[in-house]
Protein backbone atom coordinates (compact mmCIF):
# COMPACT_ATOMS: atom_id res chain seq x y z
CA UNK A 1 0.00 0.00 0.00
CA UNK A 2 1.37 3.51 -1.13
CA UNK A 3 0.60 6.35 1.21
CA UNK A 4 1.29 9.93 0.03
CA UNK A 5 4.01 11.69 1.86
CA UNK A 6 1.30 14.46 3.09
CA UNK A 7 -0.68 11.77 4.46
CA UNK A 8 2.40 10.18 6.37
CA UNK A 9 3.12 13.59 7.80
CA UNK A 10 -0.59 14.34 8.93
CA UNK A 11 -0.91 10.90 10.33
CA UNK A 12 2.64 10.94 12.01
CA UNK A 13 1.18 14.43 13.75
CA UNK A 14 -1.31 12.89 15.07
CA UNK A 15 0.30 9.78 16.23
CA UNK A 16 2.74 12.08 18.31
CA UNK A 17 -0.06 14.27 19.50
CA UNK A 18 -2.05 11.12 20.44
CA UNK A 19 0.77 9.61 22.69
CA UNK A 20 1.01 13.12 24.55
CA UNK A 21 -3.99 13.36 25.25
CA UNK A 22 -3.04 9.41 25.76
CA UNK A 23 -0.23 9.79 28.58
CA UNK A 24 -1.93 12.84 29.65
CA UNK A 25 -5.61 10.41 30.29
CA UNK A 26 -3.26 7.94 31.76
CA UNK A 27 -2.26 9.97 34.58
CA UNK A 28 -5.52 11.08 36.10
CA UNK A 29 -7.88 7.77 34.51
CA UNK A 30 -7.30 4.55 35.62
CA UNK A 31 -9.44 1.84 34.82
CA UNK A 32 -9.18 -0.36 38.05
CA UNK A 33 -6.67 0.19 39.40
CA UNK A 34 0.41 6.54 42.39
CA UNK A 35 3.77 7.97 41.83
CA UNK A 36 6.27 8.48 44.56
CA UNK A 37 5.90 7.81 48.32
CA UNK A 38 7.02 8.76 51.30
CA UNK A 39 6.75 5.75 52.37
CA UNK A 40 4.98 6.89 55.52
CA UNK A 41 1.99 4.87 57.22
CA UNK A 42 -1.05 6.48 55.95
CA UNK A 43 -2.42 7.85 58.97
CA UNK A 44 -5.63 9.08 57.46
CA UNK A 45 -6.48 5.91 56.15
CA UNK A 46 -5.10 3.79 59.06
CA UNK A 47 -7.57 2.38 61.07
CA UNK A 48 -7.69 1.07 64.97
CA UNK A 49 -7.04 -2.16 65.34
CA UNK A 50 -9.63 -2.62 67.54
CA UNK A 51 -13.34 -4.36 68.83
CA UNK A 52 -11.97 -7.46 66.49
CA UNK A 53 -15.31 -9.80 66.80
CA UNK A 54 -14.06 -13.16 68.03
CA UNK A 55 -16.19 -14.98 65.83
CA UNK A 56 -14.05 -13.89 62.39
CA UNK A 57 -10.88 -15.20 63.80
CA UNK A 58 -12.28 -19.06 62.93
CA UNK A 59 -13.20 -17.73 59.78
CA UNK A 60 -10.97 -17.41 56.35
CA UNK A 61 -11.06 -14.89 53.69
CA UNK A 62 -8.92 -15.10 50.19
CA UNK A 63 -8.07 -11.87 48.83
CA UNK A 64 -7.68 -12.52 45.05
CA UNK A 65 -5.54 -9.36 43.58
CA UNK A 66 -4.07 -8.77 46.34
CA UNK A 67 -1.12 -6.95 45.35
CA UNK A 68 -3.32 -4.49 43.67
CA UNK A 69 -4.33 -1.22 44.31
CA UNK A 70 -7.20 -1.73 46.11
CA UNK A 71 -6.57 -5.49 46.69
CA UNK A 72 -3.74 -4.66 49.13
CA UNK A 73 -6.13 -2.29 51.13
CA UNK A 74 -8.73 -4.91 51.27
CA UNK A 75 -6.12 -7.58 53.20
CA UNK A 76 -4.99 -4.79 55.37
CA UNK A 77 -9.12 -3.83 56.32
CA UNK A 78 -10.36 -8.10 56.45
CA UNK A 79 -6.86 -8.37 58.92
CA UNK A 80 -8.16 -5.36 61.05
CA UNK A 81 -11.70 -6.63 61.09
CA UNK A 82 -10.16 -10.23 62.28
CA UNK A 83 -10.78 -12.84 59.78
CA UNK A 84 -7.95 -15.14 59.30
CA UNK A 85 -7.00 -13.83 55.59
CA UNK A 86 -4.81 -15.08 53.59
CA UNK A 87 -3.32 -13.18 50.48
CA UNK A 88 -3.01 -14.61 46.99
CA UNK A 89 -0.25 -13.30 45.35
CA UNK A 90 1.24 -14.47 41.57
CA UNK A 91 5.25 -13.92 42.95
CA UNK A 92 6.12 -13.91 46.38
CA UNK A 93 9.59 -13.07 45.92
CA UNK A 94 8.30 -9.85 44.93
CA UNK A 95 6.08 -8.97 48.40
CA UNK A 96 9.27 -10.54 49.85
CA UNK A 97 12.13 -8.74 48.79
CA UNK A 98 13.34 -5.20 49.94
CA UNK A 99 10.98 -3.26 47.50
CA UNK A 100 8.42 -5.43 48.28
CA UNK A 101 8.70 -4.76 52.00
CA UNK A 102 8.71 -1.15 51.13
CA UNK A 103 5.18 -1.15 49.13
CA UNK A 104 3.45 -3.97 51.11
CA UNK A 105 4.32 -4.45 54.45
CA UNK A 106 1.99 -2.18 56.28
CA UNK A 107 -0.46 -3.83 54.31
CA UNK A 108 -0.33 -7.64 54.78
CA UNK A 109 0.89 -7.71 57.89
CA UNK A 110 -1.21 -10.44 60.01
CA UNK A 111 -2.13 -12.00 56.95
CA UNK A 112 -0.80 -15.37 55.11
CA UNK A 113 0.87 -14.48 51.90
CA UNK A 114 0.55 -17.38 49.83
CA UNK A 115 1.83 -18.37 46.36
CA UNK A 116 -0.83 -19.00 43.81
CA UNK A 117 -1.33 -18.18 39.78
CA UNK A 118 -5.06 -17.34 39.18
CA UNK A 119 -4.61 -18.28 35.76
CA UNK A 120 -3.78 -21.59 36.30
CA UNK A 121 -6.94 -23.38 37.52
CA UNK A 122 -5.81 -26.56 38.07
CA UNK A 123 -2.94 -25.25 40.91
CA UNK A 124 -5.54 -22.72 41.70
CA UNK A 125 -8.41 -25.50 43.08
CA UNK A 126 -5.41 -27.42 44.87
CA UNK A 127 -4.09 -24.31 46.89
CA UNK A 128 -7.63 -23.49 48.03
CA UNK A 129 -8.71 -27.07 48.38
CA UNK A 130 -5.40 -26.92 51.02
CA UNK A 131 -6.18 -23.72 52.43
CA UNK A 132 -10.06 -25.23 52.98
CA UNK A 133 -9.02 -28.24 54.39
CA UNK A 134 -6.17 -26.36 56.96
CA UNK A 135 -8.53 -23.67 57.97
CA UNK A 136 -11.78 -26.02 58.78
CA UNK A 137 -13.26 -23.97 55.29
CA UNK A 138 -13.71 -21.06 53.44
CA UNK A 139 -15.74 -18.69 54.64
CA UNK A 140 -15.46 -16.36 51.43
CA UNK A 141 -13.29 -15.02 48.14
CA UNK A 142 -12.81 -11.88 47.59
CA UNK A 143 -11.59 -10.89 44.15
CA UNK A 144 -10.13 -7.75 43.34
CA UNK A 145 -8.71 -8.41 40.41
CA UNK A 146 -8.33 -5.82 37.11
CA UNK A 147 -6.62 -5.89 33.71
CA UNK A 148 -3.75 -3.80 34.12
CA UNK A 149 -4.20 -2.71 30.75
CA UNK A 150 -7.85 -2.63 29.45
CA UNK A 151 -7.32 -4.21 26.04
CA UNK A 152 -9.08 -7.14 25.23
CA UNK A 153 -6.64 -10.02 25.36
CA UNK A 154 -6.09 -8.28 29.15
CA UNK A 155 -9.52 -8.29 29.94
CA UNK A 156 -10.82 -11.37 29.04
CA UNK A 157 -7.48 -13.28 30.26
CA UNK A 158 -7.61 -11.26 34.05
CA UNK A 159 -11.62 -9.50 34.74
CA UNK A 160 -13.24 -12.65 32.66
CA UNK A 161 -10.84 -15.76 32.84
CA UNK A 162 -9.04 -15.43 35.88
CA UNK A 163 -11.69 -14.17 37.94
CA UNK A 164 -14.08 -17.01 36.64
CA UNK A 165 -10.80 -19.31 37.59
CA UNK A 166 -11.40 -18.04 41.66
CA UNK A 167 -15.26 -18.72 40.75
CA UNK A 168 -14.85 -22.57 39.60
CA UNK A 169 -12.34 -23.40 42.51
CA UNK A 170 -14.32 -21.32 45.09
CA UNK A 171 -17.06 -24.03 43.80
CA UNK A 172 -14.92 -26.91 43.54
CA UNK A 173 -16.35 -30.12 46.32
CA UNK A 174 -13.12 -29.70 47.96
CA UNK A 175 -13.49 -26.26 48.51
CA UNK A 176 -16.78 -25.39 49.29
CA UNK A 177 -16.43 -21.89 49.91
CA UNK A 178 -19.72 -19.71 51.08
CA UNK A 179 -19.39 -16.49 49.72
CA UNK A 180 -17.94 -14.09 46.77
CA UNK A 181 -17.67 -11.04 47.02
CA UNK A 182 -16.56 -9.00 43.23
CA UNK A 183 -14.52 -6.25 42.75
CA UNK A 184 -16.26 -4.94 39.28
CA UNK A 185 -16.72 -1.12 38.18
CA UNK A 186 -19.66 1.11 37.97
CA UNK A 187 -18.65 1.81 34.48
CA UNK A 188 -19.92 -1.51 33.45
CA UNK A 189 -23.74 -0.01 32.99
CA UNK A 190 -22.77 1.16 29.68
CA UNK A 191 -20.34 -1.15 28.13
CA UNK A 192 -18.50 0.12 25.36
CA UNK A 193 -14.83 -1.35 26.53
CA UNK A 194 -13.75 -4.39 26.08
CA UNK A 195 -12.55 -4.81 29.66
CA UNK A 196 -16.31 -3.73 30.93
CA UNK A 197 -17.85 -6.54 28.32
CA UNK A 198 -15.61 -9.02 30.33
CA UNK A 199 -16.36 -7.81 33.63
CA UNK A 200 -20.15 -8.54 32.70
CA UNK A 201 -19.32 -11.66 30.53
CA UNK A 202 -17.94 -12.75 34.73
CA UNK A 203 -20.85 -11.21 36.52
CA UNK A 204 -23.48 -13.10 34.38
CA UNK A 205 -21.24 -16.44 35.31
CA UNK A 206 -21.67 -15.28 39.14
CA UNK A 207 -25.20 -14.90 39.68
CA UNK A 208 -26.48 -17.67 37.24
CA UNK A 209 -24.56 -20.04 39.67
CA UNK A 210 -26.27 -21.59 42.77
CA UNK A 211 -23.83 -22.46 44.95
CA UNK A 212 -22.36 -19.83 46.31
CA UNK A 213 -24.17 -16.61 47.55
CA UNK A 214 -22.07 -13.59 46.33
CA UNK A 215 -22.30 -9.56 46.20
CA UNK A 216 -21.31 -7.10 43.57
CA UNK A 217 -19.72 -3.97 44.06
CA UNK A 218 -19.38 -1.59 41.39
CA UNK A 219 -17.64 1.11 42.68
CA UNK A 220 -17.38 4.97 40.59
CA UNK A 221 -13.39 5.73 40.58
CA UNK A 222 -10.74 5.28 42.78
CA UNK A 223 -9.02 8.07 44.20
CA UNK A 224 -5.94 7.33 42.40
CA UNK A 225 -8.13 8.18 38.81
CA UNK A 226 -8.77 11.81 39.74
CA UNK A 227 -5.27 12.48 41.27
CA UNK A 228 -2.46 11.76 38.50
CA UNK A 229 -1.70 15.13 37.82
CA UNK A 230 -0.37 16.23 41.38
CA UNK A 231 3.34 15.85 39.91
CA UNK A 232 2.23 17.86 36.92
CA UNK A 233 0.94 20.78 38.34
CA UNK A 234 3.65 21.18 40.89
CA UNK A 235 6.27 21.45 38.35
CA UNK A 236 4.32 24.08 36.61
CA UNK A 237 2.68 22.75 34.33
CA UNK A 238 -1.29 23.16 33.61
CA UNK A 239 -4.11 20.95 34.86
CA UNK A 240 -5.19 19.20 31.29
CA UNK A 241 -8.87 18.28 30.69
CA UNK A 242 -11.27 18.14 27.95
CA UNK A 243 -13.90 20.27 26.62
CA UNK A 244 -14.79 23.13 28.93
CA UNK A 245 -14.00 20.79 32.02
CA UNK A 246 -17.88 20.48 32.80
CA UNK A 247 -18.86 17.34 30.68
CA UNK A 248 -18.51 14.77 33.64
CA UNK A 249 -19.03 14.47 37.05
CA UNK A 250 -18.12 11.92 39.46
CA UNK A 251 -17.91 11.13 43.12
CA UNK A 252 -14.83 8.77 43.63
CA UNK A 253 -14.69 6.53 46.34
CA UNK A 254 -10.89 6.38 48.92
CA UNK A 255 -9.35 2.82 48.84
CA UNK A 256 -9.66 2.40 52.78
CA UNK A 257 -13.50 3.18 52.20
CA UNK A 258 -13.99 1.16 49.55
CA UNK A 259 -11.86 -1.99 51.42
CA UNK A 260 -14.37 -1.78 54.36
CA UNK A 261 -17.09 -2.11 52.39
CA UNK A 262 -16.19 -5.37 50.40
CA UNK A 263 -15.16 -7.16 53.65
CA UNK A 264 -18.37 -5.53 55.42
CA UNK A 265 -20.13 -7.40 52.22
CA UNK A 266 -18.76 -10.78 53.59
CA UNK A 267 -21.14 -10.82 56.63
CA UNK A 268 -23.59 -8.70 55.54
CA UNK A 269 -27.05 -10.70 54.71
CA UNK A 270 -28.88 -8.11 52.97
CA UNK A 271 -26.18 -7.14 50.43
CA UNK A 272 -25.92 -11.03 49.12
CA UNK A 273 -26.85 -12.28 46.06
CA UNK A 274 -27.02 -7.84 45.34
CA UNK A 275 -25.25 -5.82 42.52
CA UNK A 276 -24.15 -2.55 44.21
CA UNK A 277 -23.38 1.04 42.58
CA UNK A 278 -20.80 2.54 45.25
CA UNK A 279 -19.54 6.20 45.16
CA UNK A 280 -17.77 8.16 47.74
CA UNK A 281 -19.23 11.05 50.10
CA UNK A 282 -18.40 14.02 48.10
CA UNK A 283 -21.38 15.68 46.22
CA UNK A 284 -20.64 15.80 42.23
CA UNK A 285 -17.31 16.68 41.01
CA UNK A 286 -16.87 17.66 37.65
CA UNK A 287 -13.01 17.76 36.09
CA UNK A 288 -12.84 21.60 36.40
CA UNK A 289 -13.80 21.26 40.06
CA UNK A 290 -10.84 18.36 40.67
CA UNK A 291 -8.22 20.67 39.41
CA UNK A 292 -9.47 23.75 41.32
CA UNK A 293 -9.16 21.58 44.43
CA UNK A 294 -5.83 20.16 43.54
CA UNK A 295 -4.27 23.65 43.06
CA UNK A 296 -6.11 24.53 46.02
CA UNK A 297 -4.44 21.65 47.69
CA UNK A 298 -0.88 22.87 46.91
CA UNK A 299 -1.20 26.38 47.41
CA UNK A 300 -1.62 27.47 43.74
CA UNK A 301 -3.10 29.55 41.13
CA UNK A 302 -4.79 27.24 38.71
CA UNK A 303 -3.55 27.23 35.35
CA UNK A 304 -5.82 24.98 32.79
CA UNK A 305 -5.68 23.44 29.42
CA UNK A 306 -8.26 22.28 27.80
CA UNK A 307 -8.67 19.99 25.20
CA UNK A 308 -11.05 19.80 22.36
CA UNK A 309 -12.80 15.79 22.47
CA UNK A 310 -12.83 15.57 18.92
CA UNK A 311 -9.36 14.89 19.62
CA UNK A 312 -10.25 11.63 20.62
CA UNK A 313 -12.15 10.50 17.83
CA UNK A 314 -9.44 11.63 15.22
CA UNK A 315 -6.17 9.89 17.34
CA UNK A 316 -8.87 6.74 17.92
CA UNK A 317 -10.08 6.83 13.52
CA UNK A 318 -6.59 6.95 12.89
CA UNK A 319 -5.13 4.17 14.86
CA UNK A 320 -8.01 2.28 14.11
CA UNK A 321 -7.26 2.71 10.53
CA UNK A 322 -3.79 0.98 10.62
CA UNK A 323 -5.21 -1.80 12.84
CA UNK A 324 -7.57 -2.64 9.78
CA UNK A 325 -5.47 -2.19 7.23
CA UNK A 326 -2.34 -3.86 8.47
CA UNK A 327 -4.17 -6.33 10.74
CA UNK A 328 -2.12 -4.69 13.83
CA UNK A 329 -2.95 -5.52 17.43
CA UNK A 330 -0.54 -3.12 18.81
CA UNK A 331 -2.46 -0.46 16.73
CA UNK A 332 -5.71 -1.94 17.78
CA UNK A 333 -4.87 -1.77 21.49
CA UNK A 334 -3.58 1.64 20.64
CA UNK A 335 -7.00 2.32 19.34
CA UNK A 336 -8.75 0.74 21.96
CA UNK A 337 -6.61 2.91 25.12
CA UNK A 338 -8.13 5.89 23.15
CA UNK A 339 -11.82 4.32 23.66
CA UNK A 340 -10.89 4.15 27.07
CA UNK A 341 -9.61 7.71 27.59
CA UNK A 342 -12.70 9.00 25.76
CA UNK A 343 -15.14 7.12 28.00
CA UNK A 344 -13.79 8.20 30.93
CA UNK A 345 -14.13 11.94 29.43
CA UNK A 346 -17.48 11.76 28.61
CA UNK A 347 -18.82 9.41 31.07
CA UNK A 348 -20.29 10.75 34.38
CA UNK A 349 -19.11 7.55 37.33
CA UNK A 350 -21.60 9.00 39.58
CA UNK A 351 -23.93 7.63 42.21
CA UNK A 352 -26.98 9.83 43.50
CA UNK A 353 -28.76 7.85 45.51
CA UNK A 354 -27.91 8.45 49.52
CA UNK A 355 -28.10 4.33 49.63
CA UNK A 356 -24.96 4.60 47.31
CA UNK A 357 -22.71 6.88 48.51
CA UNK A 358 -20.45 5.39 51.47
CA UNK A 359 -17.30 6.46 53.48
CA UNK A 360 -15.87 9.50 55.30
CA UNK A 361 -12.82 10.41 53.31
CA UNK A 362 -13.62 13.28 50.56
CA UNK A 363 -11.68 14.04 47.60
CA UNK A 364 -10.44 17.58 49.39
CA UNK A 365 -9.07 15.23 52.33
CA UNK A 366 -7.16 13.03 50.11
CA UNK A 367 -5.86 15.78 47.88
CA UNK A 368 -4.88 18.04 50.71
CA UNK A 369 -2.68 14.97 51.95
CA UNK A 370 -1.28 13.88 48.94
CA UNK A 371 0.35 17.47 48.07
CA UNK A 372 2.15 16.97 51.78
CA UNK A 373 3.10 13.45 51.72
CA UNK A 374 3.38 12.55 48.03
CA UNK A 375 1.64 9.87 46.40
CA UNK A 376 1.86 5.89 47.05
CA UNK A 377 4.38 4.33 44.73
CA UNK A 378 2.45 2.04 41.82
CA UNK A 379 4.54 0.54 39.30
CA UNK A 380 1.46 -0.40 36.77
CA UNK A 381 -0.60 2.40 37.26
CA UNK A 382 1.23 5.59 36.36
CA UNK A 383 3.58 7.56 34.34
CA UNK A 384 5.10 9.86 36.88
CA UNK A 385 6.34 7.30 39.37
CA UNK A 386 9.36 6.48 40.71
CA UNK A 387 10.85 3.13 42.83
CA UNK A 388 10.60 3.63 46.05
CA UNK A 389 13.92 4.91 47.98
CA UNK A 390 15.16 1.99 50.27
CA UNK A 391 17.09 3.19 53.32
CA UNK A 392 19.96 1.40 52.04
CA UNK A 393 20.12 3.55 49.14
CA UNK A 394 19.50 6.34 50.94
CA UNK A 395 22.83 5.68 53.45
CA UNK A 396 25.34 4.38 50.69
Not at 30 to 42: A, G, R
Not at 72 to 78: A, C, L, N
Request: glycine share 6%; charged share 25%; with cysteine.
Amino acid sequence: MIICNQSLRSFAVITIFSVFVLEVVESFVSFKHYPKSSLKTNHAMQMSITNKPDDKSSKTVIIAGASGYIGKSTVRESVRQGYNTIALVRDISKVNNAQGKAMYGQYFEGAKVVECDVCDPSTLTKTLAQLSKDNNGIEAITSCLASRSGIKKDAYAIDYQATLNCLESGRDESVKARHFVLLSAYCVKNPWLQFQQAKLKFEEALQNQKEMSFTIVRPTAFFKSVSGQLEVIQKGAPFVMFGDGEVTRCNPISEADLATYLIDSIGEKKRENKVINLGGPDEPLTMKKQGEMLYEAVGKEPNFLYAPLWLFDTIINSLQWVADSFDSEKFENAAELGRIGKYYAVEDMLTTEEEEKYGTMTLMDHYKKIAVDGQEYDPYTTMFATAPVLEEEVES
